[in-house]
C-alpha cells in the first residue's frame, strides 16, 4: 500500500514587514488619492496618481538601499 505524505506549509511574516506595507501604501497611497482628486476633481487621476505615486517611493527606496551598499 502507498501511503502520502502530506506537507504543510507555513508563512510567516514579520511584523515589520506588516507595519511597512500599512504605512506605504495605506496611508501614503490614501493621501496621494485624496490630494490628487482635490487638485484634479477626477477619482480616475486621484487613483493613478495613488498608484504611481507609492511605485514611486517604493522604487526610489529601493534605489537608495542599493546605492547606500556600494
Excluded: P
Excluded at 510567516?12 to 511597512?20: D, F, R, T, V, Y
Excluded at 486621484?46 to 507609492?54: E, L, Q, R, Y
Aim: glycine share 10%; proline share 0%.
Amino acid at each position: 500500500m502507498k501511503t502520502e505524505q502530506s506537507q504543510f506549509v507555513f508563512y510567516l511574516i514579520e511584523s515589520s514587514a506588516i507595519k511597512q506595507f500599512f504605512l506605504l501604501d495605506m496611508l501614503t497611497g490614501t493621501g496621494l488619492y485624496y490630494l490628487c482628486k482635490f487638485c484634479s476633481s477626477s477619482i480616475l487621476i486621484g487613483m493613478i496618481g495613488s498608484v504611481v505615486g507609492v511605485e514611486g517611493i517604493r522604487r526610489a527606496g529601493f534605489m537608495i538601499r542599493n546605492l547606500a551598499s556600494r
